[in-house]
């Protein structure tokens, strides 16, 4: 195995199985899936053997860590599970790269100015600021991911508390210019700018040190 995909999800079926036929189509030799689920079931019938399937608490933090320490190979590559690559399969690209640390150019699933905006600013902000966030999807060599001490235990703001101590580690964060598309179905539901402030908000709120389940709470609070 050279690379563990690692899709940590919860009621996510729908988008899993988008991503996971995605992957088949890739010809992933050498590749392992590990699917980490929050929800407490049996392993779908659908999901085909390539996939290795972790049951788990709902926590995306800890259900990211038990993927990695399950993983088998020297590269990680961390997925949401309803994010996918617009340019077909990014193995190539990653087998052949000496990056520590990388990142995809995100797009969302809505061609509207405003997620245009968002991402543009998304791309920004992990190139200059070192802040990868999951829909970016995170690539890592195992050797990084194990010094830095893994993805912390969070129910949010996991992948927004992990880049911070990866900066701390002065190793170059790798833009990869292979776009990957990420779906803009919260925003639409729930408003976009309501839900773009309510995110900022999330993101001072722990700045401050306010418990990530209260958190969590907000975060899927609707109306």
């Known amino acids: 195995m050279w690379l563990t995909i690692i899709i940590p999800t919860y009621h996510d079926d ?20 590990i699917v980490v689920d929050g929800e407490d079931r049996t392993r779908p019938t659908w999901l085909p053997k390539i996939v290795t399937y972790l049951n788990s608490k709902a926590n995306r933090g800890y259900q990211l860590k038990l993927g990695a320490q399950k993983a088998h190979s020297e590269k990680l590559l961390f997925l949401h599970a309803d994010s996918h690559f617009i340019n077909g399969s990014p193995l190539k690209l990653l087998k052949k790269t000496s990056a520590q640390i990388g990142f995809f150019r995100i797009h969302f699933d809505d061609s509207a100015l405003f997620f245009k905006v968002l991402a543009f600013s998304s791309n ?57 598309m990420t779906s803009a179905r919260k925003y639409q539901n729930e408003g976009h700018f309501k839900t773009f402030f309510r995110m900022q908000k999330i993101r001072f709120f722990y700045r401050m040190g306010i418990d990530p389940e209260i958190l969590k709470r907000m975060y899927y609070r609707r109306g």
């Open 14 to 33: 729908v988008s899993l199985k988008n991503i996971v036929y995605e992957i088949q189509t890739w010809d992933p030799v050498g590749v392992e899936v």
């Open 124 to 180: 920004i902000r992990a190139k200059r600021l070192k802040l990868i966030f999951g829909d970016q999807g995170m690539f890592i060599t195992k050797k990084v991911y194990q010094f830095a001490g893994g993805f912390p235990v969070l129910p949010l703001m996991e992948d927004y508390e992990f880049s911070r101590t990866l900066s701390k580690l002065h190793i170059d964060f790798t833009e990869f210019k292979m776009p990957i």
